[in-house]
């Protein structure tokens, strides 16, 4: 093999003495953290991008997945069917690009939303939907939106911030 970057799951809020676990073994680890705006100032002001993961960068033929399972804070490799799956390059660089937007932004925007505004999903599995805006969930960096389905019954569904983005209105 050569190397690739794999991710590895933390066990809950473990993610920064993981990542210093990792460190400490000399291993090329990306730990992608946000800036939040928290209501308690007593809160964390940085929180993981991706809450439980980290991404390492080895050759699994040099270093031995079970080391990287049993290392203090790990709860293992993400495999598919029992082998390891690697990350593209292209996607940490992309990963890298989007946290610095983020980070300079001083976290991330609800670009001036308001309730009853009109959203299309950008992410995840309602990616493509359009659905109303109703709320931001304070210091989560989430935002809830009411999905309409079947009847015109709308479903509240909680979203990472960045996966919404303000419909434009026909001029």
């Given at each position: 093999m050569s190397l690739a970057?794999?991710?590895?799951?933390?066990k809950p809020n473990k993610e920064d003495f993981?990542?210093?676990q990792l460190l400490a073994r000399r291993l090329e680890v990306f730990h992608p953290r946000i800036p939040v705006r928290t209501v308690n100032p007593r809160a964390r002001k940085i929180r993981p991008y991706?809450?439980?993961y980290l991404f390492v960068r080895v050759d699994l033929?040099?270093?031995n997945a079970?080391?990287?399972h049993w290392m203090p804070g790990s709860a293992g490799l993400v495999c598919f069917d029992a082998i390891p799956a690697s990350v593209p390059e292209s996607l940490i660089n992309a990963i890298r690009r989007r946290v610095e937007e983020i980070t300079a932004a001083g976290g991330e925007q609800l670009d001036g939303l308001e309730p009853g505004d009109r959203v299309?999903?950008?992410g995840?599995?309602?990616s493509g939907y359009e659905?109303?805006?109703?709320?931001?969930?304070?210091?989560?960096e989430r935002v809830r939106v009411l999905i309409q389905f079947l009847r015109g019954r709308q479903l509240p569904v909680e979203l990472p911030t960045g996966f919404v983005q303000k419909k434009k209105q026909p001029a």
């Open positions: 970057w794999y991710v590895l799951r933390s993981f990542f210093d991706f809450p439980g033929d040099e270093v079970s080391i990287l299309r999903i950008q995840g599995p309602f659905a109303i805006f109703d709320a931001g969930i304070s210091g989560n």
